[in-house]
C-alpha cells in the first residue's frame, strides 16, 4: 500500500534549537519526493525536493536528506526561529501508468517558543 | 513568480446553499489544477485534477456532481460545492502547475491559501 508516515506527529522546541523530522514511505514506484511547510490557515510551499539519486539538499536553514534504499527522509531545521512554527508535509510522487499521484503524509506540526 | 490565489479566502453558508470557490495562477498559466480538502489536524486530501478545457477527475470517493469543478481558462478554476452540508465545512486548498518553470519532469505544484468553509 502507498502511504507516507511522518514523525513525531507534533513537536515543541525553544527557539535557537535545532530539530529533525521524519517521513517514512513505502510509495512505489517513486517519482520524487518533497518537503513542504504549511503556516495555519495557509497553503503549502515548497521547501526541498529530492529525486532518486539524490542524498541531501539544502534551502537556508532547512536541510533534507533521503535515503532510498531504506525509504525514509528527513528533515533538519538548523538554529529554529518563531516563523519556523508551521506544519512540516512530506509529499511523495508516485509514478503510476504514464501519470503521477501525490501521496500526502499527515504532517509534523511544530511549535517555536521563544 | 509563481503566485496562487484563492478567492473567498474565508465563507460562511447556510445548509443547502451552493458555494463557488475560486482558485487563479496569477504570473503564469496552469494547464493543470488541483484541489484539496484538509480538515482539522489532517493532511491534504486531493479531489480532483482540472485540466484546462476538458472535464476534472475525480478521485474515488468524491461525488463530481456535489463538487462541480470548472477549468475554463489556463488562469482560473472553480470549485462549486453544491448543496452543502455541516460535514463539507473545511479547508479548501487549490494548486497549479506551471509546465514552464520546472524544466524536466519534477512538476512544482503551486499552493492558494486555501478557502475555509463553514457550513451552518
Known amino acids: 500500500k502507498n502511504q507516507v508516515e511522518q514523525s513525531p506527529q507534533s513537536l515543541i522546541i525553544l527557539e535557537g534549537k535545532n530539530c529533525t523530522l521524519q517521513?517514512?514511505?513505502?510509495?512505489?514506484?517513486?517519482?520524487?519526493l518533497r518537503w513542504y511547510k504549511q503556516d495555519t490557515g495557509r497553503g503549502p510551499v515548497s521547501l526541498t525536493i529530492m529525486t532518486f539519486s539524490e542524498n541531501t539538499k539544502s534551502n537556508g536553514r532547512y536541510t533534507a536528506t533521503l535515503d532510498a534504499d531504506t525509504k525514509q527522509s528527513s528533515l533538519h531545521i538548523t538554529a529554529s526561529q518563531l516563523s519556523d512554527s508551521a506544519s512540516y508535509i512530506c509529499?511523495?510522487?508516485?509514478?503510476?501508468?504514464?501519470?503521477?499521484?501525490?501521496?500526502f503524509g499527515t504532517g509534523t506540526r511544530l511549535k517555536v517558543l521563544a | 513568480g509563481a503566485v496562487v490565489s484563492q478567492h473567498p479566502s474565508r465563507v460562511i453558508c447556510k445548509s443547502g446553499t451552493s458555494v463557488k470557490i475560486e482558485c487563479r495562477s496569477l504570473?503564469?498559466?496552469?494547464?493543470?489544477m488541483f484541489w484539496y480538502r484538509q480538515f482539522p489536524k489532517q493532511s491534504l486530501m486531493l479531489m480532483a485534477t482540472?485540466?484546462?478545457?476538458?472535464?476534472?477527475?475525480?478521485e474515488q470517493g468524491v461525488e463530481k456532481d456535489k463538487f462541480l469543478i470548472n477549468h475554463a481558462s489556463l488562469t482560473l478554476s472553480t470549485l462549486t460545492v453544491t448543496s452543502a452540508h455541516p460535514e463539507d465545512s473545511s479547508f479548501y486548498i487549490c494548486s497549479a502547475r506551471d509546465p514552464n518553470r520546472d524544466p524536466g519532469q519534477q512538476e512544482t505544484q503551486y499552493f492558494g491559501p486555501g478557502t475555509r468553509l463553514l457550513v451552518l
Open positions: 504570473d503564469f498559466q496552469a494547464t493543470t
Open positions: 509529499v511523495v510522487r508516485r509514478r503510476s501508468s504514464g501519470t503521477y499521484k501525490y501521496i
Open positions: 517521513c517514512n514511505y513505502t510509495v512505489s514506484p517513486f517519482s520524487n
Open positions: 482540472s485540466n484546462e478545457g476538458s472535464k476534472a477527475t475525480y
